[in-house]
Antibody
Framework: EVQLLESGGGLVQPGGSLRLSCAAS????????MSWVRQAPGKGLEWVSA????????YYADSLKGRFTISRDNSKNTLYLQMNSLRAEDTAVYYC????????????????WGQGTLVTVSS | DIQMTQSPSSLSASVGDRVTITCRAT??????LNWYQQKPGKAPKLLIY???SLQSGVPSRFSGSGSGTDFTLTISSLQPEDFATYYC??????????FGQGTKVEIK
């Protein structure tokens, strides 16, 4: 059974940093690209970032302007999202999601999602 | 970036109704369009991929159609468990990928 378990969320002050983790099980982690998707309170879904199965290819939403870094440790079956210079508008539930393919390509979709972890940016 | 616009933003319907949600892209995305369902406090769930393919385990009352810039999600006979918010997502080419703003289906 595929399981994705996010952790690392919490309350952080504006300008601060946070690292989210997503522990994966039930599938060959290194064979699939992974993504982060976030959802601000009461708002819609926003794709944040993706990373290929090897970790060599990374992609980001333009709105992040270099503040976030996605990475993965295939030996630990874990996906990460390092978030720096956090702003109030980064407050959201952050989901990790498993992609269909090894690399993020046209026609991809998210077939499994974690339960999400809440990040609150506030003073 | 490709922008996705869903309509309507919300709708009220009764059990048994046929429901149609549309999604429009700002440029052609071929058939690289997915649909997700999200219930309050839960993660999204994949319903339809590449515009018209039904994800395993999803009831056949859900269907998708379209290509290019205009797409449709149809629920042929709305069931109580279908009251949720629905999102389209384009995965045309490599990321960035984008979601529509969502359509909330409420009980009439």
């Amino acid at each position: 059974e595929v399981q994705l378990l996010e952790s690392g969320g919490g309350l952080v002050q504006p300008g601060g940093s946070l690292r989210l983790s997503c522990a994966a099980s039930g599938f060959t982690f290194s064979s699939y690209a992974m993504s982060w998707v976030r959802q601000a309170p009461g708002k819609g879904l926003e794709w944040v970032s993706a990373i290929s199965g090897s970790g060599r290819n990374t992609y980001y939403a333009d709105s992040l302007k270099g503040r976030f870094t996605i990475s993965r440790d295939n030996s630990k079956n874990t996906l990460y999202l390092q978030m720096n210079s956090l702003r109030a508008e980064d407050t959201a539930v952050y989901y990790c999601a498993k992609d269909l393919n090894l690399i993020a390509v046209a026609g991809d979709y998210f077939d499994y999602w974690g339960q999400g972890t809440l990040v609150t940016v506030s003073s | 970036d490709i922008q996705m616009t869903q309509s309507p933003s919300s709708l009220s319907a009764s059990v048994g109704d046929r429901v149609t949600i549309t999604c429009r892209a700002t440029q052609s995305i071929n058939s690289f369009l997915n649909w997700y369902q999200q219930k309050p406090g839960k993660a999204p769930k994949l319903l339809i991929y590449t515009a018209s393919s039904l994800q395993s385990g999803v009831p056949s009352r859900f269907s998708g159609s379209g290509s290019g810039t205009d797409f449709t999600l149809t629920i042929s006979s709305l069931q109580p468990e279908d009251f949720a918010t629905y999102y389209c997502q384009q995965t045309y080419s490599t990321p960035p990928w984008t979601f529509g703003q969502g359509t909330k289906v409420e009980i009439k």
